[in-house]
């Protein structure tokens, strides 16, 4: 889809670009850090060492860019016999 899209602007992405800048992408549900109890805090740090890779703290550095969402979380009823 994002290649589909891509080719409507000029100098577009080929696939394998999109892939390759795709591929490493790493996310955290929101939920995460009211489930484990975590502070705004804690949770970058866990965020940026265990997702990322990189330095616990790197989530300071003016040149990071932190994208956030927001999630509908929902379970379905097991059904009764």
């Not at 939920?31 to 997702?51: I, M, P, R, Y």
């Amino acid at each position: 889809e994002f290649a589909r899209i891509e080719k409507k602007y000029p100098n577009p992405m080929s696939e394998e670009e999109i892939y390759n800048l795709f591929k490493d992408f790493k996310y955290v549900m929101p939920q995460v850090a009211t489930e484990t109890g975590w502070n705004k805090e804690e949770f970058l740090d866990e965020l940026c060492s265990q997702k990322a890779g990189l330095p616990r703290d790197c989530w300071k550095d003016p040149a990071v860019d932190l994208q956030v969402f927001t999630a509908e979380v929902f379970t379905e009823e097991k059904k009764k016999n």
